[in-house]
């Protein structure tokens, strides 16, 4: 995986979900993927995100507990690994640390 994407256009305005506990900004390649690139920080409680298309979310730093859709058990990622969620889904994530991470939208 490569460390930078060369060529984007960078939408201003921020994501801020769940008073500031997620922030991210999308981006857009030359070919027209899209893709956020974000941080979630601690919380007390899971945050639950929907989907509208598939989404591959890759753990750049940090360690978080997921659990996508309504699957009975949490997964837990790190630096270096992602996890899938399909379309038109949810997955809840929760995190002690400072989560970075890039958002491929599928």
């Given at each position: 995986m490569p460390?930078?994407?060369?060529?984007?256009?960078?939408?201003?305005?921020?994501?801020?979900?769940?008073?500031?506990?997620?922030?991210?900004?999308?981006?857009?390649?030359?070919?027209?993927?899209?893709?956020?690139?974000?941080?979630?920080?601690?919380?007390?409680?899971?945050?639950?995100?929907?989907?509208?298309?598939?989404?591959?979310?890759?753990?750049?730093?940090?360690k978080c507990t997921v659990q996508i859709g309504d699957e009975p058990e949490a997964t837990i990622y790190s630096s270096g690994e992602s996890f899938n969620v399909p379309e038109n889904s949810k997955f809840k994530i929760m995190t002690n640390e400072v989560i970075d991470y890039v958002c491929h939208l599928e």
């Amino acid at each position: 995986m490569p460390n930078q994407f060369d060529s984007v256009s960078i939408t201003k305005k921020a994501n801020v979900y769940y008073e500031g506990h997620s922030i991210s900004h999308v981006i857009e390649l030359a070919d027209g993927t899209k893709k956020t690139l974000g941080v979630i920080l601690p919380s007390d409680k899971a945050l639950t995100f929907k989907t509208h298309v598939p989404e591959r979310i890759e753990i750049i730093s940090g360690k978080c507990t997921v659990q996508i859709g309504d699957e009975p058990e949490a997964t837990i990622y790190s630096s270096g690994e992602s996890f899938n969620v399909p379309e038109n889904s949810k997955f809840k994530i929760m995190t002690n640390e400072v989560i970075d991470y890039v958002c491929h939208l599928e």
